[in-house]
């Protein structure tokens, strides 16, 4: 029997009610029902509670009900697992969702019978160093390390590195570090490349550089890149998914690669990622 488990973000409207429909959907077809304690008592059903640091040993498949933020929370908590997660979305965006709750039979149908696609997306983490010494680590993203400034009117300069051979300087409110993933989000109001999550690359993008000839470069994902941070004031921030935040200090140096592991999402064999592209920022 397969098992499918429930996370969601309480704070979307309808968030509950949705899960509770899952549960009666998913029982209805054959299958078992998990969820977090505080979601199964919500919707008043006990009996399917489970820790959420078990759902790697209970679940087969683990349904996200939110919008990009809620799945990127969970992608690096779970990513490590390979647990597969289908999107439901509850949010505005929705570019990392497969589903919608208007179909939720149809997305219970589809896992439940294999109609489905597995696809691996690419995930990268960071370090810190600080004279000398590794004073943060396993910083692990699924859409972008940032590095920036903490206040407007101030600017930060990145030297950047490539495999140990120097790239430029760029002189603005920071520097991006993203995934394929990350390339439709804060990447892209930067001025960044839209890339195929289907290829394995980094992207390193300024934000905001006060300079003309500061692009956008593409560097393959088993290179690492130094960033040497340079500023003349100390509100420097490091941001992963623009979830997680750590100050920085001037003349810090964070290092980015490629992590050892992927995030595995659901995908519909009849939904393209340029289908998605067209139907999401065509607003």
């Not at 006990?46 to 087969?60: G, I, K, S, T, W």
């Not at 490349?193 to 470069?217: K, N, Q």
């Not at 998914?241 to 920085?248: A, N, Y």
């Not at 995030?263 to 139907?279: A, G, N, P, S």
């Amino acid at each position: 029997m397969k098992t499918i488990g429930l996370a969601i973000n309480q704070t979307k409207p309808k968030a509950v009610e949705v899960a509770a429909t899952l549960v009666r959907l998913i029982e209805s077809q054959g299958a078992m029902a998990i969820a977090d304690n505080q979601t199964a008592h919500l919707i008043g059903r006990p009996d399917v509670a489970v820790r959420l640091d078990v759902f790697r040993e209970r679940a087969d498949v683990l349904f996200v009900l939110g919008g990009d933020g809620t799945i990127l929370g969970y992608a690096r908590q779970f990513a490590r697992t390979s647990l597969p997660m289908l999107g439901i979305n509850l949010g505005h965006l929705g570019f990392l969702s497969e589903a919608e709750p208007e179909d939720l039979e149809g997305a219970v149908r589809k896992v439940l019978e294999g109609d489905y696609c597995l696809e691996e997306r690419l995930m990268i983490e960071a370090e810190v160093v600080r004279g000398g010494n590794v004073v943060l680590r396993d910083l692990v993203s699924l859409n972008d390390i940032a590095i920036s400034k903490d206040r407007f009117g101030r600017m930060v300069t990145c030297n950047v590195y490539v495999d140990d051979m120097y790239v430029d300087s760029y002189t603005g409110d920071g520097l991006l570090i993203s995934t394929p993933t990350g390339s439709t989000a804060y990447s892209l109001s930067c001025g960044g490349p839209i890339v195929s999550p289907h290829i394995d690359v980094m992207l390193i993008t300024p934000i905001c550089p006060h300079t003309l000839h500061a692009r956008s470069l593409v560097v393959a994902a088993n290179q690492e890149v130094r960033v040497e941070v340079e500023a003349n004031h100390p509100e420097l921030i490091l941001s992963v998914d623009g979830q997680i935040f750590h100050t920085l200090e001037k003349h810090d140096t964070v290092i980015v690669r490629q992590a050892s592991y992927k995030t595995t999402l659901i995908k519909w064999r009849d939904r393209e990622f340029y289908d998605v592209l067209r139907q999401k920022l065509h607003r």
